[in-house]
C-alpha cells in the first residue's frame, strides 16, 4: 500500500462534515478545493476553517503562521470542475441518494479515469452510488465522524465492486491524516450507524413514553456508561433531521421495525426543530442575551 498523499483532494459540500474534510487534508499539506452550490455556502465553509484552525492555536498545539498555510491551502468554487485535475473527490452533501447519485454521475464525468470518488454518506450504500458511475471500482465510502478535526475514525466501507487498490488508495490516505481506518461492508448503517442510531432512536422513545426526563436520559447514559454525551444531545449535534434519514435507510434496509423511527422525532423534524443547527432540539441552543450596558455616570 503507497503511503503517498493525494496531490489535490475535492470536497463538494461546504459545511460542517466538508469543511472538517477540507480541514484536515490542507492540514497535512494537500491542496484541497472546497466546492458548494453558492459563494456565500463556500465562504462559510472557510470561515469554519479559519474559526476551527483559531482554536487548535488559542490551545497552543498549532502555531498561527502554520494555520494561516493550512487555510491558505483550501480554495473555494461553485464548480464541480474543480475535481478535474483532482485524485480524490470526497462528496460531503445532503443525506439524499438521489441529489448523491447526481453528483457522483456529475464527477464520473469530469474527474480523471484514474481518480477515486469517495462519499462521506453516513448509511447510503456505496453500491447505489457506483452504480451512477463508469468506475464502480473507484468508488468507495469515506465516512468521517463528526467534528472531523477532533474524531479519530473514518469507516471505509467497499461497494460491490470497489477494487482492491482504491481501497489501498484510501486507507493510505486515512493513515496520511493520522487517523484510523476500520473497513466495513455495504449494508445499511455500515457498523458506527448501524449501532448507534436504534440507540438514539430508543431515547427518544423513552423520552416520548415518559420514562425519563430528557437529562435523567442522557445523564443515565453518561454517569451510567461513561458516554461523553448522551443520545438527546447527541442527536441534536449529528442533526435530527439526519439521525431520521438514517433511520430510515435502516427501516427499509433491512425491513425490520426495530428500526422505525420514534414518532417523536418524525414531529421534531416536521417543526424543522433539527437540533444544533437551527438552534434547538431536544435542548435549547438560543445564545444567552448580551448583557446589559454598563449605566453611564
Known sequence: MSAKAPSKVVVVGAGQMGSGIAQVFAAKGVAVALVDVRDDLVARGREGIRSSLARIVKKGALAADEAERTLGRVAGSTRVDAARDADLCIE?????EAAKKD???????IAPPD???????????????????RRAQRVIGMHFMNPVPVMQLVEVIRGQETSDDTTARVLAAVEILGKTPVEAHDYPGFVSNRVLMPMINEAIFALM????????????????MHHPMGPLALADLIGLDTCLSILEVLHRGFGDPKYRPCPLLRRMVASGHLGRKTGRGFYDYAPAPAAPAPAAR
Do not use: H, Q, Y
Not at 460531503?92 to 439524499?96: H, L, N, P, Q
Open 92 to 96: 460531503a452533501i445532503v443525506e439524499d
Open 209 to 224: 413514553e415518559g420514562v425519563a426526563t430528557r437529562d435523567g436520559i442522557d445523564t443515565v447514559l453518561k454517569l451510567g
Open 103 to 109: 453528483l457522483f454521475a456529475k464527477l464520473d464525468a
Open 115 to 133: 481518480a477515486v470518488l469517495a462519499s462521506n454518506t453516513s448509511s447510503i450504500s456505496i453500491t447505489v452510488l457506483a452504480a451512477a458511475t
